[in-house]
């Protein structure tokens, strides 16, 4: 958009113009100033589609979205996963209430871990030199709706190993996840 001083110079010059008999100066000033674009608005890019999806063991309104597999620097091999409570509105019960529940997840580190079927290996978390996990693994109560990103640094398979399976506590493995470099 043209700012407010540079208007006003056009709207003086036009004024100018069109005393002198010079109308073509004045309709192309205004046709300038009448061709003034609106401002673009910014388009949020569209989230990425997941590699893989799982419904929850033990609440099928449960969701996780395998988001990424990727090797990054230093030999590792990120994970990052979404859990969504996808339930929606509820049905009327004897009370009529209708209410959906949150639903509750916990997990356990022995059963965040991934096998690089080429090489028929496990690989679980990696630590720090305190032996902290590198990992930001949410858990906790979902609401009907919400969503709840989660992500993990493991060792990297070797180079010739193209896909894994990775675990996650309360759903079935996801096979023939492909990694990205």
Known sequence: MLGYGIKRAFCAIALIA????????ALSLGAAYAQERPPQLAQTPAAPAPLATGQGSNDPDLR???????????????????MVNTAGAG????????????????????EVYYIDPAENKKYAVITDANNNR???????????????????KFAAPPAASTKISLSISGFAPFEDLPISQ
């Open 18 to 25: 069109t005393s002198y008999g010079i109308a073509g100066i």
């Open 64 to 82: 996780c979205d395998i988001m990424e597999v990727k090797r990054v620097s230093g030999g590792a091999l990120s994970i990052r996963w979404r």
């Open 91 to 110: 049905t009327a019960g004897l009370t009529g209430a209708g209410a959906t529940k949150p639903i509750a997840y916990t997990f356990h580190w022995d």
């Open 134 to 152: 590198i990992a930001g693994i949410w858990d906790g109560e979902l609401a009907p709706g919400q969503q709840r990103l989660s992500w993990a």
